[in-house]
Nanobody
């Protein structure tokens, strides 16, 4: 089972940008789908973005046009570029490996990284 470690969270003002990274132990070449999810206090965990090994992507409606997911198989890393952040983006962001484009399935999770957007 792979291990995932997220990096890049922090505090940013509304309108700002952050780039999250998810480092995966072992090769992600054989992992079809990698994804980012988030969970705000009192809310269910939701899909932010997912990407397949072939480059197909799926984004949550609230982040379309602002966030971009990418993967670097050579570096065993998945990224989430977040632009034009707003306070509603405040949440713990989790990396997922081995799920599907539309949900996490039985994929593995990282420990999460906090993103806080101030108004």
């Amino acid at each position: 089972q792979v291990q995932l470690v997220e990096f890049g969270g922090g505090l940013v003002q509304a309108g700002g940008s952050l780039r999250l990274s998810c480092a995966v132990s072992g090769s992600i070449f054989s992992i079809n789908t990698m994804g980012w999810y988030r969970q705000a206090p009192g809310k269910q965990r939701e899909l932010v973005a997912a990407i397949t090994s072939g480059g197909n992507t799926n984004y949550g409606d609230s982040v379309k046009g602002r966030f971009t997911i990418s993967r670097d198989n050579a570096k065993n890393t998945v990224y989430l570029q977040m632009n034009n952040l707003n306070p509603e983006d405040t949440a713990v962001y989790y990396c997922n490996a081995g799920g599907q484009l539309w949900g996490p399935g039985l994929g593995s999770w990282g420990q999460g990284t906090q993103v806080t957007v101030s108004s």
